[in-house]
C-alpha cells in the first residue's frame, strides 16, 4: 500500500474515481486476500468458531507485523514520493 501511495503521488491518476476503484483493487490484493489466507485459513470458507482463540491471536500478531512495517517502511517510502 505505501508503494502504492508513492506512485500514484508519482504518477497522477486522470480522475478521482479511477484512483478510488485502484485503491480498492490494491487493498483487496494486498490487504484482504493475505488476511483471509494468513488469518482466517482457507480451509471451508465459514469463520472458525472453534479455533477462535488461535484466529484471534494470529490476527494480532498479523497487526503488530503490519505496524511494524509501517514504521519501518513509510520513512523509506516517503523519501521517494516526495
Known amino acids: 500500500m505505501?508503494?502504492?501511495y508513492a506512485w500514484?503521488?508519482?504518477h497522477p491518476w486522470d480522475s478521482?474515481?479511477?484512483q478510488v476503484l485502484g485503491f480498492?483493487?490494491?487493498l483487496l490484493v494486498f490487504f484482504f486476500?493475505?488476511?483471509f489466507i494468513f488469518v482466517f485459513g482457507p480451509d471451508d470458507g465459514r469463520i472458525p468458531v472453534r479455533r477462535l482463540p488461535q484466529v484471534?491471536?494470529?490476527?494480532?500478531?498479523?497487526m503488530l507485523c503490519a505496524s511494524l512495517?509501517?514504521?519501518v517502511g513509510m520513512?523509506?517510502?516517503?523519501r521517494y514520493a516526495s
Not at 484471534?56 to 498479523?62: E, I, P, S, T
Not at 520513512?75 to 516517503?78: A, D, E, F, K, Y
Request: proline share 7%; hydrophobic share 60%; no cysteine.
Open 24 to 26: 480498492i483493487v490494491v
Open 2 to 4: 505505501s508503494a502504492f
Open 33 to 35: 486476500m493475505p488476511v
Open 75 to 78: 520513512p523509506l517510502v516517503g
Open 69 to 71: 512495517v509501517l514504521m
Open 8 to 10: 500514484t503521488k508519482q
Open 16 to 18: 478521482s474515481s479511477t
Open 56 to 62: 484471534a491471536l494470529r490476527g494480532v500478531f498479523w
